[in-house]
């Protein structure tokens, strides 16, 4: 008997989501979701999460089909495309949004988070959202921030223990000046690339090493073309979920509480998701061959010493006051 009630309740509930589902206000929709990793990364999984999640939530009249492996182009190619209107949404990183709100760079100053709870924190809380809003007017929703991660080192030359060691090694870097001049301050030679031209341009040897997230590093397969794996975690790298504006505005408050509903859950996902994940990938990447070297406090203390004329440059070109907002938030998290 209370198998049968229970079962009742459970399908009374079942139905009341989806008469709820049916009432709102949702239409029919084919959301194009372009990412640029691959199906099975951490991204991936948190774009199919997403998915599912809204077709739930909307008893399956919005859906996301998730596009991976930028086949929708580079993530500056998918920020256009939403801009005017040609595809719905994506996941990619703020350092390419930098050429269209220039203060998105001070994510990518170095060393200015000591753990993932800080920058959970800060961009959950009021300077994050404070800095996605100013994408409206230039055409974008900014959703929520994913986890990329702390990002490393990998090169084909030698083990980089020390910043001595990155003489003159090609090093691709994401197309932002940051961290250009990042790098060839510690001695690389900072080589922009898209990251989907990436993995051809280590097998070419175009560049010799790169910097991202060891989650990054494993579903990418950049141990096939990548000896050694330095541990340096100078930059946390943060991803956003971005919805054109042109699309948005055209959407019922239904539709966007929906959209807004699965993309933290996605979040939450992600993170959590994304976490696990890169405990495993360093015995993984190491199981495939590579030579992983963490790199002390002490050779960490001198990059970020060196790495300070980057917040000068950046604070001297406009961007003094968001620095110092973003500096305080931090301080406060850590109080």
């Not at 541990?231 to 966007?256: F, M, Q």
């Amino acid at each position: 008997m209370k198998f049968l009630v229970k079962s009742i309740v459970l399908a009374l509930a079942m139905t009341g989501a989806a008469s709820a589902a049916q009432a709102a206000d949702y239409k029919p929709r084919i959301i194009r979701f372009g990412y640029g990793l691959a199906e099975d990364s951490n991204q991936g999984r948190a774009v199919k999460f997403f998915a599912d999640d809204l077709a739930k939530r909307t008893g399956n009249k919005l859906k996301a089909r998730p596009f991976g492996n930028a086949s929708l182009g580079s993530d500056t190619q998918m920020q256009n495309a939403l801009i005017g209107g040609a595809q719905e949404m994506m996941v990619g990183s703020t350092a390419t949004l930098v050429g269209i709100v220039k203060d998105f760079g001070v994510y990518d100053l170095p060393f200015l988070f000591n753990n993932e709870k800080e920058a959970d924190a800060v961009l959950d809380g009021p300077f994050g959202q404070k800095l996605a809003a100013k994408l409206q007017e230039k055409g974008l929703v900014g959703l929520v921030y994913w986890e990329n991660g702390f990002r490393n080192l990998t090169n084909t030359k030698r083990p980089v223990a020390k910043m001595e060691d990155m003489q003159g090694i090609k090093l691709r870097v994401m197309q932002n000046p940051v961290y250009i001049d990042m790098f060839n301050s510690f001695g690389a030679n900072a080589v922009p690339l898209p990251f989907s031209e990436l993995f051809t341009a280590l097998e070419t040897k175009t560049v010799d090493g790169q910097e991202n997230p060891v989650n990054t590093i494993q579903s990418s397969k950049f141990y096939e073309v990548q000896k050694y794996l330095s541990i340096t975690k100078h930059v946390y790298s943060p991803w956003i979920v971005l919805a054109s504006k042109k699309w948005w505005d055209g959407l019922s408050a239904d539709e966007h509480k929906a959209i807004n509903e699965a993309a933290a859950a996605s979040r939450d996902f992600e993170r959590k998701d994304s976490r696990e994940a890169s405990v495993k990938a360093i015995d993984f990447l190491k199981e495939k061959g590579m030579q992983v070297s963490v790199v002390s406090d002490t050779e960490l203390a001198r990059m970020r010493e060196k790495a300070k004329p980057a917040f000068d440059k950046f604070a001297a070109e406009g961007g003094a006051d968001v620095i110092k907002e973003l500096q305080a938030e931090i301080a406060k998290v850590r109080k």
